[in-house]
C-alpha cells in the first residue's frame, strides 16, 4: 500500500493542498488495489477536458465552485456537496471559481 499521509490522523483536507495560480494541482492522498484516493486544487478557469475513466468515482467539493459534466450534460457542483461519476461515461470539470475537490476511485462496482 502507498499511503501520503498516515492512518488514525485527523485530516482537513482543506488545508493539505494550496492553490497554484493559472493551474491546477494533484495530491494523491492513498493508493492501493482497491481504488485510490486524490486532492485536486482548481484555479478560476481551469478544467480537465472530457475523458472516462474505467471504475467509478465520486467528486466531493471541499471548497468553491465547478461545473462538471456528464454525458455532455453540464451540473454545478457547490462546496459541500458531492457528485458520482459511473465508469466508463465521458465526463470533464471546469472551475467556475477555484475549488479544491476530493476525488475516491473505486475499482470495483459501486451498488
Known sequence: MNEVLK???VLDFKRLIDYSEGSIISKLI???????????????????SE???PFDATI???????????????YKVKQGESFI????????????DRFKMLL??????LN
Open 104 to 109: 475516491v476511485m473505486i475499482k470495483g462496482e
Open 30 to 48: 492513498l493508493n492501493n488495489k482497491g481504488g485510490n484516493i486524490t486532492l485536486f486544487s482548481f484555479d478560476k478557469g481551469q478544467g480537465l
Open 7 to 9: 492512518k488514525g490522523v
Open 51 to 53: 475523458h472516462s475513466a
Open 60 to 74: 466531493h467539493l471541499l471548497e468553491g465552485e465547478a461545473e462538471i459534466t456528464l454525458d455532455g450534460k453540464p
Open 85 to 96: 461519476l459511473p465508469a466508463n461515461h465521458p465526463h470533464s470539470a471546469k472551475a467556475t
